[in-house]
């Protein structure tokens, strides 16, 4: 059966746009890129307000609730397929609840040069629980970038449960970036899984400012030999805020290549989360897996937790991780001070060092300005 159709219909159900709501204005600061934007409204895919003139060669994007209304075979078995998040209780819970997302589908060979932005958007003025499942399939030797962002509106309650799936062919080169500036009272699940093909590249970055209770929690699986997976994220914190980055990457493959780096910064009574287990299979062999996860507390009250796990069973690999968590070096600020830097200055400084080392991981230029520009925003603010 052919992929979603671009001209499929909204979910019978809209999505509800209560006054004050701006979903229009969802991330204004992408709209330099020239990305095309998916606008999902309340766990709704606002097909009014998403941009699908024009695909590119090879691109379908369509509205979960249309295809699964119709019984489109492929996004019935992506849905019910089994993953590496199964039995996770969150992941579950979306599967059962979910209404609507979107359904992407590149086909093999086909390049997308204009970035994917998937704008998740809560505009409801009542508190509510929102449900959303993405499916995005990339054919061999395909390229794409996707980027996730999602916000809502400041004064309101409500909690997220989203999922993206993503299934990565053969030498396809993918590029996500998410973006979480949920509410200050949101709470915010998010599960990514992603099965990666052979000689495929994959890379994500996660990027979180807001929200009361954040949860990104990644599941990849490397389903061939010879894929890069790159790995990382920043998260600014303040307040009582609290970020939770879980990750389990499973090598069931051998001559795989995977990188991870995770930061958070911690200020007042705010807490940071890091738990990452590496998988190498049997017949993994010629692994080459690295993960490292940092933490700057800027407050005696804030609180970094990390859990590092590796499970190796195979015997001819490179495998390693680390964890760091410390105060701003005072040498490093006295050395700025004595030269005539103010204090906060210096410190704004180190911070945004110790984030951009992170952040320069991320290969689009504009797309690495933007968060280093959300980053100083941050530090202005605090």
């Avoid at 980055?245 to 780096?261: K, P, Q």
């Avoid at 200020?267 to 062999?285: E, L, M, Y």
Wanted: net charge negative.
């Amino acid at each position: 059966m052919p992929p979603p159709a671009r001209n499929c219909r909204a979910s019978p159900r809209g999505a509800t746009r209560p006054s004050g709501a701006s979903p229009r204005a969802a991330c204004a600061h992408l709209a330099a890129l020239g990305a095309r934007r998916l606008v999902v409204v309340d766990g709704h895919f606002d097909l009014a307000l998403s941009d699908l003139d024009a695909l590119e060669a090879g691109l379908s994007i369509g509205s979960l609730a249309r295809a699964l209304a119709d019984g489109e075979r492929n996004v019935l078995a992506r849905v019910g397929a089994q993953t590496g998040a199964d039995g996770d209780p969150a992941y579950a819970l979306n599967t059962a609840f979910m209404r609507d997302g979107v359904v992407i589908t590149l086909a093999d060979g086909a390049i997308v040069e204009r970035p994917i932005h998937l704008a998740f958007v809560h505009a409801a003025s009542s508190p509510r629980a929102v449900f959303a499942r993405s499916l995005i399939t990339i054919g061999a030797g395909a390229k794409v970038m996707i980027v996730e962002s999602h916000e809502g509106a400041p004064a309101s309650d409500y909690q997220v449960n989203n999922a993206t799936d993503f299934a990565v062919g053969a030498r396809a080169e993918v590029a996500h970036l998410k973006l979480t500036g949920e509410a200050a009272n949101a709470l915010h699940v998010a599960t990514q899984v992603a099965t990666i093909g052979a000689q495929a590249r994959y890379s994500s970055f996660t990027f979180n400012v807001g929200g009361a209770l954040v949860r990104n929690q990644m599941f990849v699986r490397c389903a061939g030999e010879g894929s890069t997976v790159d790995l990382g994220g920043v998260s600014l914190l303040r307040q009582r805020q609290h970020a939770d980055n879980t990750l389990v990457l499973d090598h069931a493959f051998g001559g795989c290549v995977s990188r991870e780096m995770f930061k958070v910064v911690l200020a007042d009574s705010s807490r940071g989360v890091f738990q990452g287990k590496i998988i190498v299979r049997p017949h993994a062999q010629k692994t080459d897996a690295r993960m490292m996860s940092q933490a700057l507390l800027l407050s005696p009250d804030a609180e970094a937790d990390n859990k590092p796990e590796l499970e190796i069973f195979a015997d001819d690999v490179q495998c390693g991780h680390g964890a760091t968590a410390g105060a701003i070096d005072a040498d490093l600020k006295f050395y700025l001070m004595a030269r005539g830097i103010p204090e906060a200055q210096a410190e704004a400084l180190l911070i945004q060092a110790f984030a951009g080392e992170a952040v320069e991981t991320i290969a689009h230029a504009g797309l690495r300005e933007i968060v280093m520009d959300a980053v100083i925003a941050w530090l202005k603010a605090r």
